[in-house]
């Protein structure tokens, strides 16, 4: 510990802080805009400045380290002028239209202009008009409501490992952008959407499909089911102002039906149906010994990420479609055949909270019926304006259920949204079948928890698996150069594109910087997953009672014939650049 | 920037084997990105995709980094030189003597931009500072021509001359 002094305040504090950290410890507010917790401290913006005693000129205080004695002033004439005439300079070129941003009202930069009392900009800025990028089918780039904080190159770069944006030209030209100006949907990007939730402004967004979801519930021809992943649950009520981590699952359903989706399905269900398919899929490689280690195929960031840069594991993939994608060729099957339905008037929209799954449902591929496994994908962000846009009070809403057949999830299935969770999911599953009996101990904790690679030896009957879990691409890259070197063997990987998981996806609600300087999203996010999960009646994916029936009506066994054609797909090599 | 007009890339198997060589002799050196890339553009000429590509590969540096650091230094060419190469001044006196309805004309003319290349290879275009020729200002060079106290009617009959 050091002791420092600031504002006149003496306090201890960690030898490893910034003047930053230490003022917050001290509930001395010091704005910041390009400053971003454990991704982005690279002290651009200057909108950070404080006065050092001793020290000449003004300093950042996101990248400044305290020292014992240090005495800091936050609050002086010259400071104050410091940072207005930084944030005036950033705000002279900038595309101000607050009214129709994405952003408003959650926009870092329009609270500084707030909190740093900026009522008159004093210069007239050079501004270049730069194209906006919205070709890709889930990340929209407007440079001109950038102001080159650096946190999306960050994260792109440093955690996801992926490096498609970066600062090019210089002066007033510089902007965030492809190697060439390319178009995002021509560069190797995962569309993570990572690079969204670090963005502090306007200038990333995902691709907006809510007015297309508008229209197909307004076509009275069509029969327009919703379905929502685990993560949405925990995450859309923050876009309502209630604490991170509150669960909001009976409200979320009451909304949809209110929007006026036909049924409101729950995708835990065909996770637990994806469990069923890769639990026996790996049961299968182990006896083999073939394609090992298998590999989860849940997520879209990450099977990209791998058809770009790992083409040698593809054939590791497990070749399970991705639980919503299973849901929809069930949904335009087995339920159209039940409820007497054609398919092509069945409309299937997903409620994600990821960017990547916007991608995903337009792959050829994915289409069993002929027609698209789901027909659109939005966010927890898009749902959440949809729901604005209703007029519906969401915190006064009722708590409604899922609808059935499809309501009915396992614990097993809620706990996809978190890392480690599917590899949770498939052991309870797996575990049983290879002992043919019931288990009662089913929490498999090691896989749990934040750290970026987790690594356990999971004793199943008669059967040793090494298992590891990684989230994050920038840990995907890790753990698999790891494997191409010889320098580990596993029998299952679980693979996440998102650090945390789903649960901390590109689509989720954005909190900003001065939040996540305080709070996890990831811990508290999956806290309220697994407590969704222990209040959860069944908690083996096998024990869902729809699903043991849909396998006896309909797809007879796991793996069998009409799971291939259903479930399964199967991946591309593709080329970088 | 994209879609801009070139020629479009023809390197040679002998151009390609020097640049391996300079990747191979650099590969292993902290730094190595921007001595690459120096001699890259001497072997080229200019860093095309396809050379900046080939140095991403070789050097395991994302492509989006080094291009980055081209653009970022004007050293750095993203496009080829023509055979004749027209450089306006846009200096203090000269563009107060009208260098930019010059530039204009000429753009005009060979239908490029300032720092392109026509697509027959014939012409390139750039904007460069004071070179120290006031007194004739506005002055165009090409190649190793001078041409000063230019007038846009001027700008016609210089080209026609290449
Ligand atoms: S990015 Fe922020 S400041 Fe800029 S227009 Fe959008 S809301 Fe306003
Ligand atoms: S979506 Fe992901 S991969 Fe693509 S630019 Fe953003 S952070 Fe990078
Ligand atoms: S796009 Fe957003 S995160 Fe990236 S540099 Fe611009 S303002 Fe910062
Ligand atoms: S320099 Fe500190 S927040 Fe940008
Ligand atoms: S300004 Fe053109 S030569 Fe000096």
Request: aromatic share 6%.
């Given at each position: 510990?050091?002791?420092?002094?600031?504002?006149?305040?003496?306090?201890?504090?960690?030898?490893?802080?910034?003047?930053?950290?230490?003022?917050?410890?001290?509930?001395?507010?010091?704005?910041?805009?390009?400053?971003?917790?454990?991704?982005?401290?690279?002290?651009?913006?200057?909108?950070?400045?404080?006065?050092?005693?001793?020290?000449?000129?003004?300093?950042?205080?996101?990248?400044?380290?305290?020292?014992?004695?240090?005495?800091?002033?936050?609050?002086?004439?010259?400071?104050?002028?410091?940072?207005?005439?930084?944030?005036?300079?950033?705000?002279?070129?900038?595309?101000?239209?607050?009214?129709?941003?994405?952003?408003?009202?959650?926009?870092?930069?329009?609270?500084?202009?707030?909190?740093?009392?900026?009522?008159?900009?004093?210069?007239?800025?050079?501004?270049?008009?730069?194209?906006?990028?919205?070709?890709?089918?889930?990340?929209?780039?407007?440079?001109?409501?950038?102001?080159?904080?650096?946190?999306?190159?960050?994260?792109?770069?440093?955690?996801?490992?992926?490096?498609?944006?970066?600062?090019?030209?210089?002066?007033?030209?510089?902007?965030?952008?492809?190697?060439?100006?390319?178009?995002?949907?021509?560069?190797?990007?995962?569309?993570?959407?990572?690079?969204?939730?670090?963005?502090?402004?306007?200038?990333?967004?995902?691709?907006?499909?809510?007015?297309?979801?508008?229209?197909?519930?307004?076509?009275?021809?069509?029969?327009?089911?919703?379905q929502t992943a685990p993560?949405?649950?925990?995450?859309?009520?923050?876009?309502?102002?209630?604490?991170?981590?509150?669960?909001?699952?009976?409200?979320?359903?009451?909304?949809?039906?209110?929007?006026?989706?036909?049924?409101?399905f729950d995708t835990d269900t065909a996770a637990d149906l994806t469990i069923m398919e890769e639990g026996t899929e790996l049961l299968g490689r182990l006896k083999e010994?073939?394609?090992l280690p298998l590999i989860t195929s849940c997520?879209?960031?990450?099977?990209?990420?791998?058809?770009?840069?790992?083409?040698?594991?593809?054939?590791?993939l497990s070749s399970c479609k991705s639980p919503h994608e299973m849901f929809g060729a069930i949904i335009?099957s087995y339920y159209?055949?039940k409820?007497?339905?054609?398919?092509?008037?069945?409309?299937?929209?997903?409620?994600?909270?990821?960017?990547?799954?916007?991608?995903?449902?337009?792959?050829?591929?994915?289409?069993?019926?002929?027609?698209?496994?789901?027909?659109?994908?939005?966010?927890?962000?898009?749902?959440?304006?949809?729901?604005?846009?209703?007029?519906?009070?969401?915190?006064?809403?009722?708590?409604?259920s899922f609808d059935n057949p499809f309501g009915d999830a396992s614990g097993a299935g809620v706990i996809f949204g978190a890392?480690g969770g599917v590899m949770e999911a498939a052991l309870r599953t797996v575990a049983e079948i290879l002992a043919g009996k019931p288990i009662d101990s089913i929490e498999y904790t090691a896989v749990r928890?934040?750290?970026?690679?987790?690594?356990a030896?999971v004793e199943l009957p008669g059967r040793t698996i090494?298992a590891?879990v990684?989230?994050?691409?920038?840990?995907?890259?890790?753990?698999?150069?790891?494997?191409?070197?010889?320098?580990?063997?596993?029998d299952f990987i679980e693979?996440?594109?998102?650090?945390?998981g789903c649960?901390?996806?590109?689509?989720?609600?954005?909190?900003?910087?001065?939040?996540?300087?305080?709070?996890?999203?990831?811990?508290?996010?999956?806290?309220?997953i697994y407590?969704e999960d222990k209040s959860l009646p069944i908690r083996k994916s096998h024990e869902n009672p729809f699903i043991k029936k849909l396998y006896e009506e309909f797809l007879g066994e796991p793996c069998g014939h009409k799971s291939h054609e259903l479930l399964h797909t199967?991946?591309?090599?593709?080329?970088?650049? | 920037?994209?879609?801009?007009?070139?020629?479009?890339?023809?390197?040679?198997?002998?151009?390609?084997?020097?640049?391996?060589?300079?990747?191979?002799?650099?590969?292993?050196?902290?730094?190595?990105?921007?001595?690459?890339?120096?001699?890259?553009?001497?072997?080229?000429?200019?860093?095309?995709?396809?050379?900046?590509?080939?140095?991403?590969?070789?050097?395991?540096?994302?492509?989006?980094?080094?291009?980055?650091?081209?653009?970022?230094?004007?050293?750095?060419?993203?496009?080829?030189?023509?055979?004749?190469?027209?450089?306006?001044?846009?200096?203090?006196?000269?563009?107060?003597?009208?260098?930019?309805?010059?530039?204009?004309?000429?753009?005009?003319?060979?239908?490029?931009?300032?720092?392109?290349?026509?697509?027959?290879?014939?012409?390139?275009?750039?904007?460069?500072?004071?070179?120290?020729?006031?007194?004739?200002?506005?002055?165009?060079?090409?190649?190793?021509?001078?041409?000063?106290?230019?007038?846009?009617?001027?700008?016609?009959?210089?080209?026609?001359?290449?």
């Amino acid at each position: 510990m050091v002791n420092v002094i600031i504002d006149g305040q003496k306090i201890q504090v960690p030898k490893n802080y910034t003047v930053l950290e230490a003022a917050r410890s001290a509930n001395i507010d010091i704005p910041t805009l390009c400053y971003l917790k454990g991704i982005n401290e690279i002290g651009a913006c200057r909108i950070c400045v404080v006065e050092v005693k001793g020290a000449r000129s003004l300093q950042a205080a996101c990248v400044y380290p305290v020292s014992e004695g240090l005495e800091i002033r936050t609050n002086t004439p010259a400071v104050r002028e410091a940072r207005k005439v930084n944030l005036e300079l950033i705000l002279s070129n900038h595309d101000r239209k607050c009214l129709t941003c994405v952003r408003n009202r959650n926009c870092e930069l329009q609270k500084l202009a707030e909190d740093l009392n900026v009522q008159n900009i004093r210069f007239e800025g050079e501004t270049y008009r730069f194209p906006v990028d919205d070709f890709s089918p889930s990340i929209v780039r407007d440079p001109n409501k950038c102001v080159l904080c650096r946190r999306c190159v960050s994260v792109c770069k440093n955690i996801q490992t992926v490096s498609v944006i970066d600062a090019q030209e210089r002066g007033f030209k510089t902007i965030v952008a492809s190697a060439f100006n390319k178009p995002l949907s021509e560069v190797p990007c995962t569309m993570c959407g990572q690079c969204i939730v670090a963005c502090p402004v306007g200038a990333l967004r995902e691709k907006d499909d809510v007015d297309r979801v508008w229209e197909m519930l307004s076509d009275e021809t069509k029969h327009v089911v919703v379905q929502t992943a685990p993560a949405v649950r925990v995450a859309l009520g923050e876009e309502f102002g209630m604490p991170i981590g509150t669960r909001v699952t009976g409200k979320m359903v009451a909304a949809l039906r209110r929007i006026g989706f036909a049924k409101v399905f729950d995708t835990d269900t065909a996770a637990d149906l994806t469990i069923m398919e890769e639990g026996t899929e790996l049961l299968g490689r182990l006896k083999e010994g073939k394609n090992l280690p298998l590999i989860t195929s849940c997520s879209p960031g990450w099977i990209k990420f791998c058809e770009h840069n790992y083409p040698e594991f593809l054939d590791n993939l497990s070749s399970c479609k991705s639980p919503h994608e299973m849901f929809g060729a069930i949904i335009k099957s087995y339920y159209a055949e039940k409820m007497g339905i054609n398919p092509a008037d069945i409309r299937v929209v997903s409620v994600m909270p990821c960017t990547a799954k916007k991608f995903e449902s337009v792959r050829p591929e994915l289409a069993a019926t002929g027609t698209p496994d789901v027909d659109a994908v939005i966010t927890t962000r898009e749902l959440a304006r949809m729901i604005k846009e209703a007029g519906i009070d969401f915190a006064a809403l009722p708590d409604e259920s899922f609808d059935n057949p499809f309501g009915d999830a396992s614990g097993a299935g809620v706990i996809f949204g978190a890392t480690g969770g599917v590899m949770e999911a498939a052991l309870r599953t797996v575990a049983e079948i290879l002992a043919g009996k019931p288990i009662d101990s089913i929490e498999y904790t090691a896989v749990r928890g934040v750290e970026g690679i987790k690594e356990a030896v999971v004793e199943l009957p008669g059967r040793t698996i090494r298992a590891a879990v990684a989230h994050g691409l920038g840990n995907a890259r890790k753990l698999l150069d790891r494997i191409k070197a010889g320098e580990a063997q596993y029998d299952f990987i679980e693979i996440m594109g998102c650090p945390g998981g789903c649960v901390t996806g590109g689509g989720q609600p954005i909190q900003p910087a001065k939040v996540r300087m305080d709070i996890d999203l990831k811990v508290a996010r999956a806290k309220a997953i697994y407590d969704e999960d222990k209040s959860l009646p069944i908690r083996k994916s096998h024990e869902n009672p729809f699903i043991k029936k849909l396998y006896e009506e309909f797809l007879g066994e796991p793996c069998g014939h009409k799971s291939h054609e259903l479930l399964h797909t199967h991946y591309t090599k593709r080329t970088n650049y | 920037m994209n879609g801009q007009k070139c020629c479009t890339f023809v390197g040679t198997e002998e151009q390609a084997q020097k640049l391996k060589e300079v990747i191979e002799k650099h590969k292993n050196q902290k730094g190595a990105l921007i001595p690459v890339l120096h001699e890259a553009q001497e072997i080229y000429g200019y860093l095309p995709l396809e050379v900046q590509k080939m140095i991403s590969e070789g050097l395991n540096v994302p492509l989006t980094e080094i291009y980055g650091i081209v653009t970022f230094y004007t050293q750095f060419s993203l496009n080829p030189k023509g055979k004749y190469k027209i450089s306006v001044c846009l200096g203090t006196a000269c563009y107060v003597k009208g260098a930019g309805a010059i530039i204009d004309k000429i753009k005009e003319k060979i239908g490029i931009d300032v720092g392109e290349c026509t697509e027959d290879g014939k012409f390139s275009l750039e904007a460069t500072r004071c070179i120290g020729a006031c007194g004739l200002a506005p002055v165009v060079t090409i190649n190793d021509d001078v041409y000063g106290r230019l007038t846009v009617d001027d700008v016609e009959g210089i080209l026609n001359k290449y």
